[in-house]
């Protein structure tokens, strides 16, 4: 390593900035390569502690295949989960950096995506609010028009009657 070190110094004092750029990105990519390599080690023996090594490879095989993936890291990241009134806000990232968009999940459905945290977390509690105040229990439901949601609440009360009405007939035919 000291040696390509080296190299890199005696590049900028030639002025030989063609070859210095090669030496150094050289030098970049094998110490982001080592660094990889010891990450990948650590996860492979922490999570499988060290019982399969096929495995632990595999393992970290896939992490480094993640990275080439989603080469933007637009992954959602996991920021906070908040109980509210018996419901659970999960707050998470779209990716990293600033500006990134926070998306909220109420009880596991996605719910909205917001510009900031801080925002999505009011309006999470908002929505679990309405939600309370007009009975409704699945957040899929928070979004569709009411009168479609009375006609649905309609349409099961009938089919419950109408099953109901079906085992009678069933028990006194028996």
């Not at 030496?23 to 060290?50: D, G, T, W």
């Amino acid at each position: 390593m000291t040696e390509k070190i080296q190299k890199i110094v005696d590049c900028v004092a030639e002025g030989d900035f063609e070859s210095f750029k090669k030496n150094l990105f050289l030098v970049v990519s094998e110490k982001i390569e080592e660094s990889l390599e010891e990450r990948r080690i650590q996860v492979s023996s922490s999570i499988l502690e060290a019982d399969d090594p096929a495995a632990a490879a595999a393992e970290a095989d896939a992490e480094k295949q993640a990275l080439f993936v989603d080469p933007m890291m637009a992954k959602e990241y996991f920021l906070v989960d908040i109980d509210y009134k018996n419901h659970t806000i999960t707050l998470k990232s779209l990716g990293t950096g600033i500006g990134k968009p926070i998306i909220s999940y109420i009880d596991g459905e996605q719910f909205e995506v917001f510009t900031d945290r801080d925002i999505a977390k009011k309006e999470s509690q908002q929505a679990i609010d309405r939600m309370i105040k007009k009975g409704i229990t699945d957040i899929k439901n928070l979004r569709k028009n009411p009168e479609k949601l009375k006609a649905e609440a309609q349409r099961a009360k009938e089919t419950q009657k109408a099953q109901e009405a079906q085992k009678q007939d069933e028990n006194k035919n028996k």
